[in-house]
């Protein structure tokens, strides 16, 4: 499909660009003003130029110490989560029907975990998966597992993890769905024509057509598990100790528990930075091999 | 490369689950045979069931009466994988993540061929189509027309395809390459001699195409026949207004004998016809081919509206009580403004009872 | 597939499981959920509903959260059609850039950024105003609805849009008859999620208003005497029901084939 090069498209994207950059720049600029200041409180601030950045990215340095440590949990959550939940998407989006009363009924309660507020689906799980109180935490235990998320590492983690599994893996089942969908009949009816195989058929129909629509949710789930701070912070607080503790959280204690709007405001913009660079380079490599693969033209 | 008879026997399709009257019929029930090797074209406007219909003698569809016959085997009830046939949609269906080659080699490696033969016949079908020096190519970055090509590829590559079925597959190649287009597919079936059903909704596309042309209205076939018996003998006034450009004119008549009165004016008619019942519809069909410019006396009395220029030919426009009449004269003739008359060719007047064609 | 409806079913219920939780703790007492491990409530209350039922400001909250949610979807969606259509169909002068950037407005920290947006809005006397949240979300769903619908168009072979002009058809009538209706289950999609993140985002909706929002509301269940459990399962098992009911109306949408044909 060739695009022509048409620079009145701009005309198209003006709106989006205008309420986008409104709500963005604008922001953006008080906090890089932030930055770059240091305060005693009482609206005093003073220039501290670069001190921050300094700091965040010394481990020795108290501040970048507790900011790589929290960016590495980050990470390890990261991947381990979407490890899960992209291939458990697509597996579901597959499995749903494609039409007939089932639909509704699977789109429903599928899209019921997205729906819940991020404060409530902590609370869910912070009772939940108590062995006291809660039926997972009470069943578990009586399996004979020794499980308690408020004391041992590997329960806090997993019960992040199964949370935002719970939570989230639907967001790429319905973008997938919907994908699939979008696929014309034809298609289907030219590879049974074709004899391929079920297998087949997901490798050269389905499994292309869903790239753009997985790149989408690929990102999505990157950048709010990066991100991610309500649910683990009301089901664990960041423990136990800080071995939960992502960056979303040390940002809180340091902007708003000691008041260091200037340690924050640096630290917030390293880590978007982050983001926005791991962001960047999947994206130009998702994009790049689409190109490349068009390039074996002529 | 086999060919197939193909037989339809009593076929009927409703989509509806429960049918009462006419309307609810995609196909009418009707009873056909296609033979060995033909280029059939399906003609008719949206909605008239001819893409249903070729979905039943692909098997994506199943008919809710009657059966359809490959060879005399039944294979209603057969899925279509095992029909032995090939389809071509309206918008190219190809892999993206193939190439050429690989697109077209991929009926036979599903299908467990060996890979020298696979390579064979993916050579000789891409010369086929022209497609030669582009085997190497990705498929995704093709032009919509090569693409078809493609599609029609993976269809002959099958040694084992009976029929190959064609579901208005020009729809979306760019107007300047349709015609190529068209002239390969010709050159096909000239080739492979494979039964083809091709459907459209685009008359010049049936008759240039088609041996045989059925035509489809509402559900029913109105009439089958070549390109130059639908152009002749219209079997319904539907086929005459539809076919030939501009269509057939179709006239409210009454008939008496050997003379047929269309308001003031009477014309002769080739032969007698039998009294008519008075509820009925009848009309007079003649193809504007077949009117001459007259020098008054005899024949239909019109008013001239204009007279338009289409390169070689004329059109003359006319109107007759208040019905539009259409003529064609050769480029010198005399046409003059006010009124005329024109002069049909008895051998080419039909006459049409509540739309279908009566011979006497 | 062969195994896909057990499948299927296994992750439904690991869904309903945690949802079933919720319910069951909004018919409880306080001292029920914080004390036993009960899957029927042993002493069921309809104490929690009453409270959100016979209060005004849990239904304000209500109204208040829907209109502008509503609002939000409605905007973002109405801009990002023309955009996505631009970003699908041509190139055009700095395209590649600019469409990652929309996508970098959803990587900003909530929680610093809580304070510009405050001093923003209520610079511009918007403060207080559900225009302002709805406005103020755009950041995040606008850019989200401009990479989904991108993603559906560009699946629409362009050889479509080319038929169409060639037939005669103008843009907005090609845009609204034609290539809407293909692109259905994207815009049902995009529109679910513009509303879900809309709907459960808390901390703009809590900053830009006077807690008038059902997600601020919310957090007044917790108090000095501890979190209220009863109150906040039974307001976050109401939460739920706008949400399912959009989905329930975009059904069509998302589970829209994509047909295209004459007969």
Redesign the interface.
Known sequence: ??????????F??V???A??A???V??????IN?SVQDTFGNNQFFWNGVGWYKDLLDPSAELGSRFLAALGRNSVFSIIVLAIEVP?GI??S???P??GPG??F???????????????VG???Q??ARS?????G?TVNHLGIDYNYTAGFFAAWFTIIVMDV?HW???IA??C???L???????Y??A???????W?VF???EL??LR??L??GV??RF?DSF?I??EPFVVTGGGPGNSTTG??IE??KI??GQFDLGK??AM?IV??LI??AS??VF?TVM?NTREA??E??? | MTMARIELNNLAHSYKHRFSDSSDWAVKPMTMVWDDGGAYALLGPSGCGKTTLLNIISGLVTPSEGKVLFDDIDVTTLPTEQRNIAQVFQFPVIYDTMTVAENLAFPLRNRGVERRRIAERVKQVASMLDLSSDLERMASGLTADMKQKISLGRGLVREDVRAILFDEPLTVIDPHLKWQLRGALKRVHRHSRTTMVYVTHDQTEALTFADKVVVMLEGEVVQIGTPQELFEEPAHTFVGYFIGSPGMNVLPAVVEGCKAHIGDSAITLACRYPKFASEKKIEVGIRPEFLRVGNGGQGLKVNLLRVEDAGSRRIVRAELDGLPIAAIVAEDAAVSAGCLSLEPDPEHVHVYVDSKLVRA | MRGGRYILAAYLIFLMLPIYWLINMSFKTNTEITTTMSVIPLAPTLKNYAEIFTNATWYNGFRFSLTYVVLNTIISISVALPAAYAFSRYFFLGDKHLFFWLLTNRMAPPAVFALPFFNLYSAIGLFNTTWAVALAHCIFNVPLAVWILEGFMSGVPREIDETAFLDGYSFPRFFVRIFIPLIASGIGVAAFFCFMFSWVELLLARTLTNNQSISSIMTRTVSAAGIDWGLLSAAGVLTLIPGALVIWFVRDYIARGFALGRV
Do not use: E
């Open positions: 499909m060739d695009k022509p090069l048409d620079n009145r498209a701009w198209l994207v709106p989006v660009v309420i986008v409104f709500n963005a604008l922001p953006l600029m008080t906090v932030y458990l597996l579901v597959l499995c749903m494609k039409k639909v509704a699977c789109l429903v309660i599928m899209a019921l975990p997205l729906l819940v507020p991020w404060n409530v609370t869910i799980w009772i939940f006291d109180i809660g039926l997972l009470w719970w893996t639907s967001l319905l973008l769905y919907a994908g969908k979008s696929i014309p009949d034809a298609f009816q030219a049974r024509i074709d004899g391929a195989s079920r087949a490798r050269a129909i292309p057509k753009r629509v790149l989408i990102l999505l950048m991100m701070y309500t960056v979303s940002l809180v902007a708003l924050a405001a917030s880590y978007n983001i926005l962001c960047w994206y994009t693969r068009q074996r033209l002529a």
